[in-house]
């Protein structure tokens, strides 16, 4: 599964002109860039869901969270609700925004849409909530 998907992202890196970077099997990260010069990491994932099938998680981290900060908590919860596509989400101690595709139902199109979605999305948090382009 691995190769297949290995096979896929330099298609998709080919198409798109995004350049990614292999962390291990299965994981990507990539350096999106926006007007303005801000620019946000979006790491893409090989996954499977609850019944086995594949999956692609994209996801980027928003900021780090101090566990004092319930305000920012109940803020993103919120937030999640005006959410097109993804979720906000804790990783560790870092709010994330992340969505998942299944891998069969992926053409480059649809998968170069999410990882966009999710860095530009992740990237418009993080200024709003950081005043920074910290990712």
Not at 40 to 60: F, G, I
Not at 82 to 93: C, R
Request: charged share 25%; glycine share 4%; net charge negative.
């Amino acid at each position: 599964m691995f190769e297949e998907f290995d096979e896929f992202i330099s298609a998709v890196s080919v198409e798109t002109h995004v350049n990614f970077e292999k962390i291990k099997d299965g994981h990507y990260e990539a350096n999106v860039e926006f007007e303005g010069g801000r620019h946000q990491r979006c790491t893409v994932r090989l996954a499977k869901d609850d019944v086995d099938d594949p999956t692609v998680e994209y996801y980027s981290v928003i900021c780090e969270v101090p566990q004092e900060n319930t305000q920012l908590y109940k803020a993103a919860l919120i937030l999640n609700l005006s959410l097109t596509y993804g979720a906000l989400s804790l990783m560790g101690n870092h709010l994330i925004l992340k969505q998942t595709t299944w891998l069969q139902n992926n053409d480059p199109l649809r998968f170069i849409k999410s990882l966009t979605y999710v860095a530009a999305m992740a990237d418009e948090l993080e200024e709003k909530l950081t005043g920074d382009d910290l990712q």
